[in-house]
């Protein structure tokens, strides 16, 4: 936090050291974890419940505070339009992105073609019994059910299954109807900020066990699987993480550059948020950690929470590079031929498919199936040649769909005319800026009988978590701990 001197000016506060910052006692937990899985696999496998019970609780939040962040958004502007306008450019932007990160994952297999040689008889797979549930239902996963399955049964189900895409989609309606009403319904949208901030508040106390969730899931992950899958594949791994740092580098990183913003300073701007999906394989936990700092770079927030939350189920650019570099993987391997005009074919299906499993748990394997089993020339048991090593490029997907969607929240903001690229570059570079103005009174926001118009509360960025900030008059200017 910073300090202000006698001269009211802001000076940045002393950064606190190495060791006392979140993001070390992460990394660290997440190197203990994999030693105690690889030197004491069963102490690894025990430590489960650690990891899964962090992740669960950060899941617990996701959903309220998408719901949340998005009504609050809506409520509060003036005119609908826009965010109409801001949700149809974002999905404009995701399908062009999912389009790259597919061609990507195509060129590079078809470069290099690890598959051929394996001679894998897909008669002759064995499918274990957890693999074969997710080919199962692979196989029953339509290509236009990510659109059916948008309209949740009941207000409760996508809250209880933590369905971020019907929980968009009640949040969108909810935000769009309290707007409609006007003055009446100011009360609801005050409490809905206040809200906000009580799960900020929560999700501040949950952030400080962030280094023991990492161990626990990291060690579990070593533990389990052992490091063998990773000698027996290792050059699979090694394209798909080259492939997608690549991607990240040529593609994100040309659409920061056209932003005039450095996509590494972003990277070392979220680089807890990285370690968290580092140490727990998924990059949910993140969710809310993106949101907040994005907003405190200075992007609307009715933007941060329409685009941010959308793109975790349709601008998966890290899982898009697996899907297409599994599919051709098991296509050599079983030798079966693609032509060009297949491959993009086996494309179009993909930019369906991709969307059609998310946030569902082996989502991946689901999507990969209902791929297959779509095009019906590959056949799907051979998902089981890499049912193995799955779990290490799991790490690597969630990471390049949390990238993807920092720079499409910060494109979708330039596009609406709305980025202050001059702030964003100073916060991701950890320099200290004024304090966002309070926003104008939104359409709902009547004045109370004082004639102070309501106005949202503010959040201070720490180094665990959110915590509700000074009143505007005192709050000092924020700043990024590096």
Known sequence: MDHINTAGNATPAPKPR???QLYFWVLTAIVIGILVGWLAPAAGIAMEPIGTTFVNAMKMLIGPIVFLTIVGGIASVADLKK?????LKALTYFQAGTICALAFGLVAINVFRLGEGVNADPGGIKTSDS???????????EWWQFITNIIPTSVVQPFVAGDILQIIFIAVVFGIALNAMGKVGAPVLDGVQRLTGVMFKILGFIMKAAPLGAFGAMAFAVGKYGVSSLTSMGGLIALFYATSILFVMVVLGSVMAFLKLNIFSMIRHLKEEYMLILGTSTAEPALPGLMRKLENAGVKKETVGLVVPTGYSFNLDGAAIYLSLAALYIAQATNTHLSIGQQLGLLAVML?????????AGGGFIALTATLATIGTIPAAGIMLIFGIDKFMSE??????????????LFIAWWDRTLDADRVRRVFAGEAVDPLPALAPGPLEAADGAGAPHKEPAFQEGTTGVEPSLPAARRPAY???A
């Open 18 to 20: 190495w060791y006392r």
């Open 83 to 87: 965010v109409g306008m801001t949700g």
């Open 479 to 481: 700043s990024e701990t």
């Open 131 to 141: 693999a074969a549930k997710l080919i199962d239902a692979g196989q029953h996963q």
């Open 396 to 409: 690597c997907r969630a990471l390049v769909n949390f990238t993807g969607n920092a720079v499409a929240t």
């Open 352 to 360: 369906l498919t991709s969307k059609g499993a998310a946030g569902v």
